[in-house]
Protein backbone atom coordinates (compact mmCIF):
# COMPACT_ATOMS: atom_id res chain seq x y z
CA UNK A 1 0.00 0.00 0.00
CA UNK A 2 1.42 3.04 -0.88
CA UNK A 3 1.91 5.79 2.65
CA UNK A 4 -0.83 7.97 3.58
CA UNK A 5 0.16 12.16 3.21
CA UNK A 6 0.07 13.72 6.84
CA UNK A 7 -3.77 15.02 7.48
CA UNK A 8 -1.85 17.54 8.81
CA UNK A 9 -1.66 19.80 5.98
CA UNK A 10 -0.65 23.86 5.54
CA UNK A 11 -4.10 25.51 4.14
CA UNK A 12 -1.93 28.52 3.47
CA UNK A 13 0.35 27.28 1.48
CA UNK A 14 -2.12 24.72 -0.49
CA UNK A 15 -1.97 25.17 -4.16
CA UNK A 16 -5.04 24.10 -6.50
CA UNK A 17 -4.21 20.85 -7.40
CA UNK A 18 -5.61 16.89 -7.14
CA UNK A 19 -4.12 15.60 -3.30
CA UNK A 20 -4.65 12.42 -1.91
CA UNK A 21 -6.63 13.67 1.17
CA UNK A 22 -6.85 10.13 2.90
CA UNK A 23 -6.60 6.34 2.72
CA UNK A 24 -9.03 4.18 4.24
CA UNK A 25 -9.47 0.21 4.16
CA UNK A 26 -13.25 -0.64 4.60
CA UNK A 27 -13.75 -4.34 3.98
CA UNK A 28 -10.40 -5.35 3.25
CA UNK A 29 -10.59 -3.04 0.32
CA UNK A 30 -8.82 0.49 0.10
CA UNK A 31 -10.57 3.58 -0.33
CA UNK A 32 -9.01 6.71 -1.42
CA UNK A 33 -9.97 9.78 -0.91
CA UNK A 34 -8.73 12.66 -2.99
CA UNK A 35 -8.89 16.11 -2.20
CA UNK A 36 -10.04 18.16 -5.64
CA UNK A 37 -8.24 21.92 -4.57
CA UNK A 38 -10.03 24.28 -7.48
CA UNK A 39 -8.78 27.64 -5.11
CA UNK A 40 -6.26 28.15 -3.31
CA UNK A 41 -7.50 28.80 0.44
CA UNK A 42 -7.37 32.49 1.53
CA UNK A 43 -5.71 33.70 -1.76
CA UNK A 44 -8.66 33.05 -4.25
CA UNK A 45 -12.36 33.82 -4.17
CA UNK A 46 -13.94 30.69 -3.08
CA UNK A 47 -16.36 29.11 -5.82
CA UNK A 48 -20.18 30.10 -5.44
CA UNK A 49 -22.56 27.78 -3.85
CA UNK A 50 -24.08 28.31 -7.30
CA UNK A 51 -21.02 27.08 -9.52
CA UNK A 52 -20.20 24.58 -7.01
CA UNK A 53 -23.83 22.93 -6.86
CA UNK A 54 -23.37 22.73 -11.27
CA UNK A 55 -20.25 21.21 -11.13
CA UNK A 56 -21.44 18.75 -8.59
CA UNK A 57 -24.37 17.69 -10.68
CA UNK A 58 -22.61 17.47 -14.11
CA UNK A 59 -19.12 16.12 -12.44
CA UNK A 60 -20.84 13.47 -10.54
CA UNK A 61 -23.24 12.67 -13.36
CA UNK A 62 -19.84 12.16 -15.47
CA UNK A 63 -17.74 10.05 -13.39
CA UNK A 64 -21.03 7.56 -12.71
CA UNK A 65 -20.93 7.02 -16.45
CA UNK A 66 -17.23 7.01 -17.29
CA UNK A 67 -16.68 4.09 -19.08
CA UNK A 68 -13.66 3.21 -17.11
CA UNK A 69 -14.19 4.55 -13.56
CA UNK A 70 -17.71 4.64 -12.99
CA UNK A 71 -17.88 0.97 -10.76
CA UNK A 72 -14.77 2.45 -8.74
CA UNK A 73 -16.91 5.81 -8.39
CA UNK A 74 -17.92 5.98 -4.62
CA UNK A 75 -18.57 10.04 -4.17
CA UNK A 76 -18.25 13.38 -5.00
CA UNK A 77 -18.94 16.15 -3.63
CA UNK A 78 -18.24 19.61 -2.51
CA UNK A 79 -15.97 21.01 0.56
CA UNK A 80 -17.74 22.97 3.09
CA UNK A 81 -14.81 25.93 2.71
CA UNK A 82 -16.02 25.96 -1.28
CA UNK A 83 -12.46 25.82 -2.34
CA UNK A 84 -12.88 21.99 -4.04
CA UNK A 85 -14.61 18.72 -3.89
CA UNK A 86 -13.87 15.64 -2.30
CA UNK A 87 -14.05 12.04 -4.60
CA UNK A 88 -13.68 8.73 -3.16
CA UNK A 89 -12.45 6.29 -5.42
CA UNK A 90 -12.56 2.38 -4.42
CA UNK A 91 -8.73 1.07 -4.71
CA UNK A 92 -5.51 2.46 -4.09
CA UNK A 93 -4.54 5.34 -6.45
CA UNK A 94 -2.26 7.89 -6.90
CA UNK A 95 -3.18 11.78 -8.21
CA UNK A 96 -1.41 10.92 -11.75
CA UNK A 97 -4.28 7.70 -12.05
CA UNK A 98 -7.13 9.70 -12.21
CA UNK A 99 -5.92 12.85 -13.97
CA UNK A 100 -6.95 11.64 -17.08
CA UNK A 101 -10.57 10.65 -15.79
CA UNK A 102 -10.44 14.71 -14.15
CA UNK A 103 -9.39 16.11 -17.34
CA UNK A 104 -12.66 14.37 -19.06
CA UNK A 105 -14.89 15.15 -16.46
CA UNK A 106 -14.02 18.88 -16.30
CA UNK A 107 -13.30 19.42 -20.35
CA UNK A 108 -16.96 18.07 -20.56
CA UNK A 109 -18.32 20.99 -17.57
CA UNK A 110 -16.64 23.63 -19.24
CA UNK A 111 -18.17 22.93 -22.67
CA UNK A 112 -21.48 22.11 -20.96
CA UNK A 113 -24.82 23.39 -22.55
CA UNK A 114 -28.01 21.97 -21.93
CA UNK A 115 -30.55 20.78 -19.24
CA UNK A 116 -28.09 20.27 -15.67
CA UNK A 117 -29.20 16.86 -14.68
CA UNK A 118 -31.19 16.27 -11.66
CA UNK A 119 -31.96 20.09 -12.11
CA UNK A 120 -35.81 19.55 -10.68
CA UNK A 121 -37.41 20.13 -7.62
CA UNK A 122 -38.05 16.13 -7.39
CA UNK A 123 -34.44 15.56 -7.92
CA UNK A 124 -32.60 17.92 -5.78
CA UNK A 125 -32.88 19.71 -2.73
CA UNK A 126 -32.55 23.40 -3.80
CA UNK A 127 -32.47 23.34 -7.31
CA UNK A 128 -32.76 27.08 -8.09
CA UNK A 129 -29.09 27.47 -6.40
CA UNK A 130 -27.80 27.03 -9.98
CA UNK A 131 -24.91 29.28 -11.58
CA UNK A 132 -24.31 27.34 -14.94
CA UNK A 133 -21.72 30.60 -16.46
CA UNK A 134 -19.92 30.45 -13.26
CA UNK A 135 -19.24 26.86 -13.40
CA UNK A 136 -18.26 26.89 -16.68
CA UNK A 137 -15.49 29.13 -15.60
CA UNK A 138 -14.48 27.58 -12.83
CA UNK A 139 -14.19 23.99 -14.89
CA UNK A 140 -11.98 25.85 -17.05
CA UNK A 141 -9.88 27.07 -14.55
CA UNK A 142 -9.54 23.64 -13.09
CA UNK A 143 -9.26 21.79 -16.48
CA UNK A 144 -6.04 24.27 -17.28
CA UNK A 145 -4.24 22.88 -13.96
CA UNK A 146 -5.01 19.44 -14.76
CA UNK A 147 -3.63 19.17 -18.41
CA UNK A 148 -0.44 20.20 -17.00
CA UNK A 149 0.60 19.38 -13.43
CA UNK A 150 3.33 20.45 -11.44
CA UNK A 151 4.82 18.16 -8.58
CA UNK A 152 3.35 20.84 -6.05
CA UNK A 153 -0.20 20.21 -7.71
CA UNK A 154 -0.01 16.62 -6.95
CA UNK A 155 1.40 16.90 -3.57
CA UNK A 156 0.68 18.53 -0.05
CA UNK A 157 3.08 21.32 0.84
CA UNK A 158 5.56 19.70 3.21
CA UNK A 159 5.30 20.76 6.93
CA UNK A 160 8.99 22.75 7.48
CA UNK A 161 10.61 21.90 10.83
CA UNK A 162 9.05 25.38 12.22
CA UNK A 163 5.43 24.74 11.75
CA UNK A 164 6.76 21.39 13.49
CA UNK A 165 8.23 22.79 16.46
CA UNK A 166 5.10 25.04 17.18
CA UNK A 167 2.42 21.85 16.28
CA UNK A 168 4.64 20.04 19.15
CA UNK A 169 4.44 23.20 21.51
CA UNK A 170 0.41 23.59 21.59
CA UNK A 171 0.16 19.07 21.92
CA UNK A 172 2.56 20.15 25.35
CA UNK A 173 0.45 22.96 26.52
CA UNK A 174 -2.84 21.46 25.38
CA UNK A 175 -1.55 17.81 27.27
CA UNK A 176 -0.97 20.23 30.80
CA UNK A 177 -4.26 22.16 29.99
CA UNK A 178 -5.89 18.89 30.02
CA UNK A 179 -4.07 17.23 32.89
CA UNK A 180 -4.25 20.34 34.99
CA UNK A 181 -8.96 20.01 34.31
CA UNK A 182 -8.31 15.76 35.12
CA UNK A 183 -6.78 17.22 38.75
CA UNK A 184 -9.28 19.63 39.19
CA UNK A 185 -12.02 17.29 38.99
CA UNK A 186 -10.23 14.61 40.62
CA UNK A 187 -9.90 17.17 43.72
CA UNK A 188 -13.05 17.68 43.19
CA UNK A 189 -14.77 14.78 43.38
CA UNK A 190 -12.16 13.83 46.36
CA UNK A 191 -13.80 16.77 48.11
CA UNK A 192 -17.49 15.89 47.07
CA UNK A 193 -16.89 12.28 48.35
CA UNK A 194 -15.75 14.04 51.61
CA UNK A 195 -18.73 16.07 51.74
CA UNK A 196 -21.04 13.05 51.23
CA UNK A 197 -19.07 11.08 54.18
CA UNK A 198 -19.44 13.48 56.72
CA UNK A 199 -23.23 13.74 55.94
CA UNK A 200 -23.35 9.88 56.54
CA UNK A 201 -21.62 10.70 59.81
CA UNK A 202 -24.02 13.90 60.51
CA UNK A 203 -26.87 11.10 60.13
CA UNK A 204 -25.12 8.37 61.80
CA UNK A 205 -24.82 10.50 65.22
ZN1 LIG B 1 -28.65 19.54 -6.17
Not at 142 to 171: C, D, G, H, Q, V
Not at 185 to 198: G, I
Request: proline share 5%; hydrophobic share 30%.
Amino acid sequence: MKTIPSFEINHLKLKKGVYVSRKDVVGGEVITTFDLRMKRPYKDAPMTTGSMHVLEHIIATYLRNDKMWSHRIIYFGPMGCRTGFYLLIRGDYAPMDIIPLLERAFDYASDFNGDIPGCTTIECGNCYDMDLPEAINDAADYYNLLIAPKKYNLEYPPITEEEKEKARKKYEKEKKQQLKILKEMRRELENSNEDSSKETEDVDS
